[in-house]
């Protein structure tokens, strides 16, 4: 199995700044690694796949990054809205796809 | 716009059988997606239990393989989940998920499940 580790585990930011959090893969997943947004009591919502690809209604302030076993998710410019935990999830080798453990963004 | 429901009990006896259903709509679940369960323990992250084919193929999380069976009825447009031998560890948020591709597109709300005698 895969195994996904974010860092860091939160993220204290203030609005407007550039924020960058990381993933990386105990293994070559290639490009085929995405990141999912969670808020509290919701469920997760697609961001990007494909490394790069933003998903159908994602602003452009998000972006991603990276290969092989190294990634990034990019928010350029933190909204109110963003605050939130995001996963990364790699599937590449299944199963199990497998998700990272989160990163948690909280306002500074 | 596809949209996914969760049903099933919220109250399960440790050593039962976990059962959910996942109601789709917006478009007929034959139409070429795999479909998928993740859960969420309280305050903890995503675990990929497993996913099943209108045409019968099936997939599992190997660390739950033994007490998984996820299944699809085309006639209700509606697939299911069974976790058997539940324990106080199997207590999560239980989620249905379309696979396109291999991501997770659309996911239902989310369904809680406590194991507890």
């Known amino acids: 199995e895969i195994v996904m580790t974010q860092s860091p585990a939160t993220l204290s930011v203030s609005p407007g700044e550039r924020v960058t959090l990381s993933c990386r893969a105990s293994q070559s997943v290639n490009s085929n690694l995405a990141w999912y947004q969670q808020k509290p009591g919701q469920a997760p919502r697609l961001l990007i796949y494909g490394v790069f690809t933003r998903a159908t209604g994602i602003p452009d302030r998000f972006s991603g990054s990276g290969s092989g076993t190294e990634f990034a998710l990019t928010i350029s410019s933190l909204q109110s809205e963003d605050f939130a935990i995001y996963y990364c999830q790699q599937y590449n080798n299944w199963p199990p796809y497998s998700f990272g453990q989160g990163t948690k963004l909280e306002i500074k | 716009q596809v949209q996914l429901q969760e049903s099933g009990p919220g109250l399960v006896k440790p050593s039962g059988t976990l059962s959910l259903t996942c109601a789709v709509s917006?478009?007929?679940?034959?139409?070429?997606?795999?479909w998928s369960w993740v859960r969420q323990p309280p305050g903890k992250g995503l675990e990929w239990i497993g996913e099943?084919?209108?045409?019968?193929?099936?997939n599992y999380n190997p660390s739950l393989k033994s007490r998984v069976t996820v299944s699809v009825d085309k006639s209700k447009n509606q697939f299911s989940l069974e976790l058997s031998s539940v324990t106080a560890a199997d207590t999560a948020v239980y989620y249905c998920?379309?696979?396109?591709?291999?991501?997770?597109?659309?996911w239902g709300q989310g369904a809680p499940v406590t194991v507890s005698s």
């Open positions: 998920a379309r696979n396109k591709g291999r991501i997770f597109d659309y």
């Open positions: 099943a084919y209108h045409s019968g193929g099936t």
């Open positions: 917006g478009g007929p679940i034959s139409s070429g997606f795999w």
